[in-house]
């Protein structure tokens, strides 16, 4: 029996360490996974940090991939990928990160668990997600939001630009 590919989105951030050479290894440790493919990657861009924290600017990206991994393995994947590039977890919510990969889409799946939740939460209010994400998949239908492309920007966030 053939194992199916699935469709899935990876948001990317970091703030720490070099951020956009942080990003641009993570496209190509994403690329490594196995039974996963690099498809698509979105440029970079630099936003306000989130959430009230006094931190420098993030840069955010998104990643579109091909898997055979389910939702959870390609969950650890990402994590492992963070562990290894630095990533701290702190009691801190939306605070400094060397690297953070968000699994943001998985098929057309809902998923609700207590170590994933997909589509990843907040996607429809965060400019620094739905930029990236639009730019490389902006006919991507997000389960209970609608397709990327038609979900508003919200301009109360703060300010977020192309770099590369």
Sequence with gaps: ???RWYPAYVGLGSNLQEP???LEDAFELLAGILRTRLIKKSSLYRSAPFGGVEQPDFVNAA???MTRLSAAELLIELQRIE???GRERGDVQ???RVLDLDLLVYSNQKINDHDLIVPHPGIGERNFVLLP???IAPDL???GLGRVA???VNTDEPSISRIA
């Design 141 to 143: 239908v997000i389960p």
């Design 63 to 65: 990643a579109a991939l």
């Design 133 to 135: 994400l639009g730019e």
């Design 1 to 3: 029996m053939t194992e």
């Design 150 to 152: 038609s979900i508003p």
């Design 94 to 96: 939306w605070g400094p």
């Design 83 to 85: 562990n290894e590039r």
């Design 20 to 22: 956009e050479r942080q």
